[in-house]
């Protein structure tokens, strides 16, 4: 994904240049979403406070993201939302026989992920880059070896631009080509 549960959340509002797609409808969309997430503890029950919470935050994190990226100063308020709430109570771990387990509520959760967004975003240096697709806006760290990674996903944007791309050229082959006076 992202590499980052904060881009991640701020992910769940894709292709914001055109024509918007939410994946976070309502409580119970951010609820399996929370579930799917490797990095944050499931099983929380979400309500419409902390779902309006939520989205206000991921609107801030992708606010700010796209600010370091274009190299702007940050947006005030959204700063002051990710600090006001990485400043609250966060998630508590635990070893297990299982390894780390985290634990808290929907508000620690919301705080471990603008505490991973002043992380990610605190580095001036960090290989945040938006996906090549034209459409896509997703903000990922680019971890990989040179840093050469394009696109936010080979699934949905990689494979579409490549496909693009393959069809430009057999197309172009195709075509008739002007001959040459010499």
Known sequence: MSGSPALDLAGT???????????????????RWLDESAALPGDLTVDAGSFRAAIALREAIYQLAADRLHERDFDRPSLDLVNRTARQPGLTMQLSTAGAVKSGDIGAVLTELARDAVVVLADRD??????????????????????????????????????????????????PRPERSG
Do not use: F, H
């Open 13 to 31: 509002l894709k292709w914001r240049r055109s024509e918007p797609e939410e994946l976070l409808a309502g409580p119970a969309d951010l609820q």
């Open 126 to 175: 960090s290989p945040l880059k938006e996906c090549g697709r034209p459409s896509c806006t997703r903000i990922y760290l680019d971890r990989s070896r040179g840093a050469r990674r394009t696109w936010c996903g080979m699934d949905e944007c990689g494979n579409r631009v490549k496909a693009a791309a393959y069809r430009a050229r057999k197309l172009s082959a195709k075509s």
